[in-house]
């Protein structure tokens, strides 16, 4: 992975995947929740399920509270790590 010309990263995208592997989880709230969760973490994703929100977040620690749910981290959760230094949905 290049980052600002300068190689960052350089794995089979396997091990790439691995490091974040406990940090990738999804949590499934109320439309009227997902600021405040989106405004504390790096959210990789989200989509209306229902008359939900899931949002795919990467967080150092699971999130109890939220009854999030561990998932497998993908390339695009990698890039986010990599790229995106600031919460993503911060300013929301």
């Known amino acids: 992975i290049l980052k600002k010309g300068r ?3 350089a794995e089979a995208p396997e091990n790439l995947c691995a490091e974040l592997e406990g940090k990738v ?3 499934l709230c109320e439309k009227n929740e997902w600021k405040m ?3 504390k973490n790096k959210v990789s994703e989200m989509r209306g399920v229902g008359d939900k929100i899931k949002i ?3 967080a150092d620690e699971l999130l109890p ?5 561990p998932v497998i981290p993908t390339l695009e959760d990698v890039y986010l790590e990599c790229f995106d230094e600031e919460n993503t949905y911060g300013n929301v």
């Open 37 to 39: 969760i989106a405004g």
């Open 56 to 58: 795919r977040i990467i």
């Open 65 to 69: 509270e939220y009854n999030c749910v």
């Open 25 to 27: 989880q999804e949590i």
């Open 7 to 9: 190689i960052v990263k």
